[in-house]
């Protein structure tokens, strides 16, 4: 009797080693999936991407300049009440509403019916004050996707080269309240390290600090002056060539209704 309970122990720890092998090597092999691809792991925080895109896809140009984006935004507006701005870089394919939810999940994995998509939709973040764009010390800032196309913010990754750049300094923003315009004064790579989406600043000292240290990590230099009297705004993508990286576009406001 006491043998055989002896045995019945000896086979129940045998089990539990295996399986808490098992489970160890799974978690190895896991962590050198993501590892290997400079990805997240799943479940890190929403409103960025964990898969990756082809940064080296052809991105499409475009010369439809000139349209009226306010009345563009309004005629979306009128069946999508969280489409709260039309977002173009002009002789990009960045020419797209832009939503808002609640918080960022909303349109990270859904577009705007609501419908499961895997590329979601470009959309603000939910901090931001769609309405206070020109107001002192304010960041607005837009994510979108980095995809196996350039349907989303992919093309953002031209500016990696100072050359792009010379020829697509400007950002178009239009909210139901007009256009806004933008001058891109700081483009570069990044980790969740760095936190340049923040959108409170308890001083002025501190809102020019925090400009500062944008300035500072730019990849080329712009020539754009930028000081506490700016409002910014920030486009922000996945930058799949270093670990948990982020591709950051940020401008200066320099033409509003």
């Known amino acids: 009797m006491v043998k055989n309970k002896k045995n019945v122990g000896i086979v129940i720890a045998i089990i539990v080693i295996i399986v808490m092998a098992i489970i160890g090597i799974v978690a190895l092999l896991l962590n050198n999936y993501f590892s290997n691809r400079g990805l997240e792991k799943p479940g890190e925080e929403l409103g960025y991407d964990i898969f990756i895109g082809d940064e080296n896809a052809p ?22 009440k969280d489409a709260v701005a039309w977002l173009k870089v002009p002789g990009t394919s960045i020419d797209t509403p832009v939503f808002q939810g609640t918080d960022n999940t909303r349109y990270y994995r859904n577009d705007r019916d609501n419908i499961e998509q895997y590329w979601g939709e470009n959309f603000l973040d939910y901090r931001c004050d769609i309405n206070k764009l020109s107001d002192p010390m304010t960041n607005i800032i837009i994510y979108g996707h980095n995809t196996e196309t350039d349907n989303r913010f992919t093309p953002l990754l031209n500016y990696k080269r100072q050359e792009f ?5 400007y950002i178009e923003l239009a909210t139901l309240n007009g256009l806004y315009k933008y001058e891109i004064f700081s483009v570069y790579s990044t980790d969740t390290g760095f936190y340049y989406i923040d959108t ?10 925090f400009l500062t240290s944008l300035v500072n990590k730019t990849r080329y230099g712009t020539g754009v002056e930028i000081t506490q009297d700016d409002s910014i705004l920030t486009l922000s993508t996945c930058d799949y060539s270093i670990r948990n990286g982020r ?9 509003n209704p």
């Not at 002025?204 to 600090?209: A, F, G, K, T």
């Not at 591709?247 to 033409?255: D, P």
């Open 165 to 169: 750049y010379n020829t697509h300094k």
């Open 200 to 209: 409170v600043f308890g001083s002025m000292s501190e809102y020019r600090d």
């Open 247 to 255: 591709f950051v576009v940020q401008a200066r406001l320099i033409e």
């Open 59 to 80: 991105v499409t140009t475009s010369e439809d300049e000139g349209r009226n984006l306010v009345d563009e935004l309004k005629a979306i507006n009128v069946t999508y």
